[in-house]
Protein backbone atom coordinates (compact mmCIF):
# COMPACT_ATOMS: atom_id res chain seq x y z
CA UNK A 1 0.00 0.00 0.00
CA UNK A 2 1.25 3.75 -0.83
CA UNK A 3 2.07 5.74 1.78
CA UNK A 4 0.66 9.44 1.15
CA UNK A 5 4.34 10.75 0.50
CA UNK A 6 4.94 8.19 -1.99
CA UNK A 7 1.58 8.24 -3.76
CA UNK A 8 2.09 12.36 -3.91
CA UNK A 9 5.24 12.22 -5.00
CA UNK A 10 4.49 9.97 -7.74
CA UNK A 11 1.61 11.29 -9.02
CA UNK A 12 3.61 14.62 -9.35
CA UNK A 13 6.09 12.96 -11.49
CA UNK A 14 3.44 11.58 -13.56
CA UNK A 15 1.64 15.22 -14.15
CA UNK A 16 5.67 16.46 -14.82
CA UNK A 17 6.32 14.20 -17.30
CA UNK A 18 3.68 15.25 -20.12
CA UNK A 19 3.94 18.90 -19.16
CA UNK A 20 7.55 18.60 -20.52
CA UNK A 21 6.44 17.40 -24.04
CA UNK A 22 3.33 19.63 -24.04
CA UNK A 23 4.18 22.94 -24.44
CA UNK A 24 6.46 21.60 -28.15
CA UNK A 25 3.02 19.59 -28.88
CA UNK A 26 0.88 22.41 -28.45
CA UNK A 27 2.93 25.29 -29.87
CA UNK A 28 0.95 26.75 -32.84
CA UNK A 29 2.44 28.70 -35.55
CA UNK A 30 1.05 31.13 -37.97
CA UNK A 31 1.38 30.63 -41.64
CA UNK A 32 1.16 34.08 -42.95
CA UNK A 33 -0.50 33.44 -46.61
CA UNK A 34 -0.88 36.13 -49.81
CA UNK A 35 -3.84 35.16 -52.09
CA UNK A 36 -4.47 37.55 -54.91
CA UNK A 37 -7.77 37.06 -55.40
CA UNK A 38 -10.80 36.40 -53.72
CA UNK A 39 -12.18 33.42 -51.41
CA UNK A 40 -14.20 31.41 -54.18
CA UNK A 41 -11.12 31.72 -56.67
CA UNK A 42 -8.33 29.07 -56.83
CA UNK A 43 -5.96 30.95 -55.58
CA UNK A 44 -7.50 30.69 -51.99
CA UNK A 45 -9.20 27.76 -52.36
CA UNK A 46 -5.61 25.90 -52.79
CA UNK A 47 -4.29 27.06 -49.55
CA UNK A 48 -7.94 26.45 -48.10
CA UNK A 49 -7.24 22.25 -49.05
CA UNK A 50 -3.47 22.71 -48.02
CA UNK A 51 -4.49 23.85 -44.70
CA UNK A 52 -6.81 20.76 -44.29
CA UNK A 53 -4.18 18.47 -45.26
CA UNK A 54 -1.56 19.47 -42.96
CA UNK A 55 -3.87 20.03 -39.89
CA UNK A 56 -5.23 16.09 -40.25
CA UNK A 57 -1.25 15.50 -40.49
CA UNK A 58 -0.29 17.34 -37.82
CA UNK A 59 -3.14 18.83 -35.59
CA UNK A 60 -2.79 22.19 -33.85
CA UNK A 61 0.33 22.80 -35.14
CA UNK A 62 0.05 25.40 -38.19
CA UNK A 63 -2.66 27.94 -37.96
CA UNK A 64 -2.90 29.01 -41.77
CA UNK A 65 -3.77 33.12 -42.18
CA UNK A 66 -4.77 33.30 -45.71
CA UNK A 67 -5.24 37.16 -46.53
CA UNK A 68 -7.47 37.56 -50.08
CA UNK A 69 -7.75 39.79 -52.39
CA UNK A 70 -4.73 41.41 -52.86
CA UNK A 71 -4.28 43.14 -49.13
CA UNK A 72 -0.67 42.48 -48.88
CA UNK A 73 0.14 43.96 -52.42
CA UNK A 74 1.11 41.80 -55.75
CA UNK A 75 3.14 39.07 -56.48
CA UNK A 76 6.29 41.00 -56.40
CA UNK A 77 5.86 43.00 -52.92
CA UNK A 78 4.13 39.56 -51.35
CA UNK A 79 7.58 37.71 -52.80
CA UNK A 80 9.95 40.36 -51.48
CA UNK A 81 7.94 40.33 -48.24
CA UNK A 82 8.24 36.34 -47.97
CA UNK A 83 12.19 37.08 -48.25
CA UNK A 84 12.18 39.39 -45.76
CA UNK A 85 9.79 36.61 -43.54
CA UNK A 86 6.75 38.66 -43.18
CA UNK A 87 4.93 36.30 -45.77
CA UNK A 88 5.61 32.77 -45.46
CA UNK A 89 3.70 31.52 -48.45
CA UNK A 90 2.17 32.73 -51.08
CA UNK A 91 1.69 31.60 -55.29
CA UNK A 92 3.29 33.22 -57.95
CA UNK A 93 3.73 33.25 -61.56
CA UNK A 94 7.20 32.43 -62.74
CA UNK A 95 7.12 35.83 -64.77
CA UNK A 96 6.92 38.13 -61.21
CA UNK A 97 9.80 35.79 -60.16
CA UNK A 98 11.83 35.90 -63.20
CA UNK A 99 13.88 39.16 -61.73
CA UNK A 100 15.39 36.87 -58.78
CA UNK A 101 15.73 33.80 -61.38
CA UNK A 102 16.40 34.57 -65.25
CA UNK A 103 15.76 31.24 -66.33
CA UNK A 104 12.37 30.85 -65.14
CA UNK A 105 11.80 33.09 -68.02
CA UNK A 106 12.42 29.33 -70.19
CA UNK A 107 8.38 28.49 -68.89
CA UNK A 108 7.04 32.23 -70.05
CA UNK A 109 8.43 32.10 -73.51
CA UNK A 110 5.88 32.81 -75.82
CA UNK A 111 3.83 29.88 -77.99
CA UNK A 112 6.45 27.16 -76.44
CA UNK A 113 3.39 25.78 -74.85
CA UNK A 114 1.24 23.63 -77.03
CA UNK A 115 -1.36 22.99 -74.24
CA UNK A 116 -1.33 21.93 -70.41
CA UNK A 117 0.15 18.23 -70.26
CA UNK A 118 2.77 19.50 -72.37
CA UNK A 119 3.39 22.36 -69.35
CA UNK A 120 3.09 19.64 -67.08
CA UNK A 121 5.24 17.24 -68.48
CA UNK A 122 8.39 19.69 -68.54
CA UNK A 123 8.08 21.24 -64.88
CA UNK A 124 7.41 17.72 -63.82
CA UNK A 125 10.84 16.84 -65.10
CA UNK A 126 14.52 17.47 -65.03
CA UNK A 127 13.57 21.31 -66.13
CA UNK A 128 11.16 21.78 -62.97
CA UNK A 129 13.53 19.98 -61.00
CA UNK A 130 16.45 22.56 -62.02
CA UNK A 131 14.06 25.50 -61.92
CA UNK A 132 13.07 24.37 -57.97
CA UNK A 133 16.83 24.40 -57.01
CA UNK A 134 17.17 27.61 -58.72
CA UNK A 135 14.40 28.85 -56.34
CA UNK A 136 15.69 27.52 -53.54
CA UNK A 137 19.11 29.34 -53.98
CA UNK A 138 16.84 32.68 -53.89
CA UNK A 139 14.88 31.81 -50.56
CA UNK A 140 11.46 30.54 -52.10
CA UNK A 141 10.96 27.23 -51.53
CA UNK A 142 8.37 25.76 -54.46
CA UNK A 143 6.89 22.72 -53.45
CA UNK A 144 5.04 22.64 -56.88
CA UNK A 145 4.19 24.10 -60.63
CA UNK A 146 0.77 24.98 -61.14
CA UNK A 147 -0.57 26.31 -64.62
CA UNK A 148 -3.09 29.24 -63.85
CA UNK A 149 -4.24 28.99 -67.69
CA UNK A 150 -3.16 30.46 -71.17
CA UNK A 151 -2.83 34.40 -71.62
CA UNK A 152 -4.60 36.45 -74.20
CA UNK A 153 -5.15 39.53 -74.91
CA UNK A 154 -7.22 42.01 -73.21
CA UNK A 155 -8.53 45.00 -75.36
CA UNK A 156 -10.88 47.90 -75.40
CA UNK A 157 -11.05 47.85 -78.77
CA UNK A 158 -11.01 44.64 -81.10
CA UNK A 159 -7.84 43.59 -82.18
CA UNK A 160 -7.30 40.27 -83.86
CA UNK A 161 -3.97 41.19 -85.57
CA UNK A 162 -0.67 42.35 -84.12
CA UNK A 163 -0.28 45.44 -86.59
CA UNK A 164 -3.53 47.04 -84.51
CA UNK A 165 -1.31 46.98 -81.38
CA UNK A 166 1.00 49.49 -83.39
CA UNK A 167 1.49 52.66 -80.61
CA UNK A 168 -1.23 51.23 -78.57
CA UNK A 169 -0.03 51.13 -74.84
CA UNK A 170 0.21 47.69 -73.03
CA UNK A 171 0.27 47.06 -69.51
CA UNK A 172 2.86 44.12 -68.86
CA UNK A 173 4.12 42.26 -66.22
CA UNK A 174 7.27 43.86 -64.76
CA UNK A 175 9.40 41.18 -66.84
CA UNK A 176 12.25 41.55 -69.75
CA UNK A 177 10.45 39.16 -71.57
CA UNK A 178 6.79 40.42 -71.58
CA UNK A 179 8.39 43.63 -73.14
CA UNK A 180 10.05 42.46 -75.49
CA UNK A 181 7.14 39.99 -77.33
CA UNK A 182 4.85 43.68 -77.04
CA UNK A 183 7.61 45.83 -78.54
CA UNK A 184 7.63 42.99 -81.10
CA UNK A 185 4.34 43.72 -82.37
CA UNK A 186 4.73 47.65 -82.14
CA UNK A 187 2.87 48.36 -79.21
CA UNK A 188 4.53 50.21 -75.90
CA UNK A 189 4.78 48.02 -73.11
CA UNK A 190 4.10 50.00 -69.27
CA UNK A 191 4.70 47.68 -66.41
CA UNK A 192 2.53 48.12 -64.05
CA UNK A 193 1.60 45.94 -61.12
CA UNK A 194 -1.42 43.92 -61.24
CA UNK A 195 -3.51 45.37 -57.97
CA UNK A 196 -3.54 49.13 -60.36
CA UNK A 197 -4.22 47.51 -63.38
CA UNK A 198 -8.30 48.21 -63.26
CA UNK A 199 -7.21 52.12 -62.72
CA UNK A 200 -4.73 52.53 -65.57
CA UNK A 201 -6.99 50.87 -67.54
CA UNK A 202 -10.09 52.85 -66.60
CA UNK A 203 -8.07 56.08 -66.55
CA UNK A 204 -6.12 55.49 -69.81
CA UNK A 205 -2.75 55.18 -68.63
CA UNK A 206 -3.24 52.04 -70.26
CA UNK A 207 -5.55 50.52 -73.77
CA UNK A 208 -4.73 46.87 -73.51
CA UNK A 209 -3.10 44.01 -71.36
CA UNK A 210 -2.78 40.22 -71.10
CA UNK A 211 -4.46 37.98 -68.67
CA UNK A 212 -5.76 34.22 -68.28
CA UNK A 213 -9.46 33.86 -68.55
CA UNK A 214 -9.39 33.41 -64.71
CA UNK A 215 -7.92 36.27 -63.41
CA UNK A 216 -9.52 38.16 -66.07
CA UNK A 217 -12.54 37.98 -64.54
CA UNK A 218 -11.60 37.42 -60.80
CA UNK A 219 -10.41 41.70 -61.34
CA UNK A 220 -13.61 42.71 -63.21
CA UNK A 221 -11.41 44.05 -65.63
CA UNK A 222 -14.00 43.03 -68.60
CA UNK A 223 -15.72 46.42 -66.86
CA UNK A 224 -12.38 48.55 -68.73
CA UNK A 225 -11.23 45.78 -71.38
CA UNK A 226 -14.21 44.16 -73.14
CA UNK A 227 -12.49 42.52 -75.67
CA UNK A 228 -10.47 39.08 -75.03
CA UNK A 229 -8.66 37.87 -77.98
CA UNK A 230 -8.02 33.86 -77.60
CA UNK A 231 -4.22 34.30 -78.61
CA UNK A 232 -2.64 31.67 -75.88
CA UNK A 233 0.40 33.29 -76.66
CA UNK A 234 2.08 32.21 -72.97
CA UNK A 235 0.92 29.54 -71.25
CA UNK A 236 0.96 30.89 -67.64
CA UNK A 237 3.15 28.74 -65.40
CA UNK A 238 3.40 29.56 -61.80
CA UNK A 239 4.64 27.71 -58.31
CA UNK A 240 3.44 27.16 -54.55
CA UNK A 241 6.18 28.25 -52.37
CA UNK A 242 7.36 29.02 -49.13
CA UNK A 243 9.58 31.55 -47.75
CA UNK A 244 12.75 29.97 -46.90
CA UNK A 245 13.34 32.02 -43.54
CA UNK A 246 10.04 30.03 -42.27
CA UNK A 247 11.14 26.56 -44.06
CA UNK A 248 14.70 26.27 -42.27
CA UNK A 249 13.11 26.47 -38.97
CA UNK A 250 11.43 23.17 -39.13
CA UNK A 251 12.09 19.80 -38.51
CA UNK A 252 12.31 17.30 -41.35
CA UNK A 253 9.26 15.88 -40.71
CA UNK A 254 6.82 18.93 -40.52
CA UNK A 255 8.59 19.99 -43.47
CA UNK A 256 7.55 16.43 -45.33
CA UNK A 257 3.66 17.27 -44.50
CA UNK A 258 3.79 20.98 -45.46
CA UNK A 259 5.77 19.68 -49.12
CA UNK A 260 3.21 16.97 -50.25
CA UNK A 261 0.49 18.60 -49.06
CA UNK A 262 1.24 21.81 -51.57
CA UNK A 263 2.35 19.62 -54.56
CA UNK A 264 -1.08 17.80 -53.68
CA UNK A 265 -2.51 21.35 -53.54
CA UNK A 266 -0.91 22.31 -56.90
CA UNK A 267 -2.52 19.44 -58.64
CA UNK A 268 -5.99 20.33 -57.50
CA UNK A 269 -5.42 24.23 -58.32
CA UNK A 270 -4.98 23.17 -61.62
CA UNK A 271 -7.84 21.10 -61.51
CA UNK A 272 -10.17 23.96 -60.27
CA UNK A 273 -8.60 26.46 -62.96
CA UNK A 274 -9.92 24.45 -65.86
CA UNK A 275 -13.52 24.88 -64.45
CA UNK A 276 -13.01 28.27 -62.92
CA UNK A 277 -12.24 29.57 -67.09
CA UNK A 278 -15.50 28.28 -67.79
CA UNK A 279 -17.47 30.35 -64.95
CA UNK A 280 -15.16 33.04 -65.29
CA UNK A 281 -16.22 33.70 -68.88
CA UNK A 282 -19.83 33.14 -68.42
CA UNK A 283 -19.62 36.46 -65.90
CA UNK A 284 -17.77 38.13 -68.31
CA UNK A 285 -19.94 37.36 -71.18
CA UNK A 286 -22.90 38.66 -68.86
CA UNK A 287 -21.29 42.03 -68.03
CA UNK A 288 -20.87 42.68 -72.03
CA UNK A 289 -17.62 40.63 -72.38
CA UNK A 290 -16.98 39.61 -76.06
CA UNK A 291 -14.52 36.90 -77.22
CA UNK A 292 -12.57 37.31 -80.80
CA UNK A 293 -10.12 34.92 -82.18
CA UNK A 294 -7.12 36.13 -83.56
CA UNK A 295 -6.27 35.98 -87.27
CA UNK A 296 -2.61 35.32 -89.32
CA UNK A 297 -2.10 33.14 -86.12
CA UNK A 298 1.37 32.90 -88.26
CA UNK A 299 2.20 36.38 -87.57
CA UNK A 300 1.80 36.05 -83.64
CA UNK A 301 4.11 33.72 -83.58
CA UNK A 302 7.00 34.99 -85.61
CA UNK A 303 7.36 38.26 -83.30
CA UNK A 304 7.04 35.53 -80.71
CA UNK A 305 10.63 33.83 -81.91
CA UNK A 306 12.44 36.78 -81.88
CA UNK A 307 12.20 36.62 -78.08
CA UNK A 308 13.17 33.01 -78.17
CA UNK A 309 16.33 34.12 -80.02
CA UNK A 310 17.22 37.00 -77.48
CA UNK A 311 16.36 34.92 -74.43
CA UNK A 312 18.11 31.47 -75.21
CA UNK A 313 21.29 32.89 -73.42
CA UNK A 314 19.27 33.45 -70.39
CA UNK A 315 17.38 30.77 -70.39
CA UNK A 316 19.88 27.77 -71.18
CA UNK A 317 20.34 27.92 -74.70
CA UNK A 318 18.41 27.42 -77.97
CA UNK A 319 18.95 23.23 -77.66
CA UNK A 320 16.81 23.40 -74.52
CA UNK A 321 13.91 25.66 -75.93
CA UNK A 322 14.16 22.97 -78.78
CA UNK A 323 13.97 20.22 -76.13
CA UNK A 324 10.84 21.78 -74.52
CA UNK A 325 9.34 22.49 -77.24
CA UNK A 326 9.65 18.51 -77.99
CA UNK A 327 8.74 16.73 -74.96
Known amino acids: MLSRRTFIATAAAALSAPALVRPALAKTTMITVASLLSEDKPETQIWRRIAETVEAKLPGRFRF ?5 AALGGEK ?11 QASLSTVSALSGWVPELQLLDLPFLFK ?20 LADQNFVACGFIDYGARHLLTKEPVTRPQQLNGKRIRVIQSPLHTKLWSAYGAAPIGIPITET ?31 TETAHIRAAGVVYFAASFWKGLGAAEQAVLAKAAADGALYFNELIVADETRSMQAAA ?25 FAPIVGGMDRIESVLAA
Open 77 to 87: EVAEASRLGSV
Open 198 to 228: YNALSTGVADAMDLTKSAYAGFKLYEVVPYL
Open 286 to 310: AKGGKVLQPEAIETWQAGAKAVWQD
Open 65 to 69: NVVTN
Open 115 to 134: DAGHLRRVVSGPVGADLKQK
